[in-house]
């Protein structure tokens, strides 16, 4: 388990987002045919990771909209 305040805690997130840009940076460069579609992939999942915290709401978040929207 990761302890809240740990290095990976803190780094995990965006050393993946990294690596995953690293990977797909690589596969699209020295890659062809099929490992363009791994680059795709990758790239594509380090753009959703990285928009993620952006588009979502926590549920706290969406409930203090929906009570500030009541008053």
Same mark, same amino acid.
């Given at each position: 388990?990761? *302890? $809240?305040?740990?290095?990976? +805690? ?5 050393? @993946? ?10 596969? @699209?460069?020295?890659?062809? =045919?099929? +490992?363009? =579609?791994? #680059?795709?992939? $990758?790239?594509?999942?380090? %753009?959703?990771?990285?928009? +993620?915290? @952006?588009?979502?709401? %926590?549920?706290? =978040?969406? =409930?203090?909209?929906? #009570?500030? #929207? *009541?008053?």
């Amino acid at each position: 388990m990761m *302890q $809240a305040g740990g290095f990976l +805690w803190i780094y995990g997130a965006p050393l @993946a987002l990294g690596v995953c840009g690293l990977l797909g940076v690589g596969f @699209a460069l020295f890659g062809d =045919a099929g +490992w363009d =579609a791994v #680059s795709w992939l $990758a790239l594509g999942a380090m %753009t959703a990771g990285g928009l +993620w915290p @952006a588009l979502v709401r %926590t549920g706290k =978040a969406r =409930a203090n909209a929906v #009570s500030d #929207s *009541q008053h």
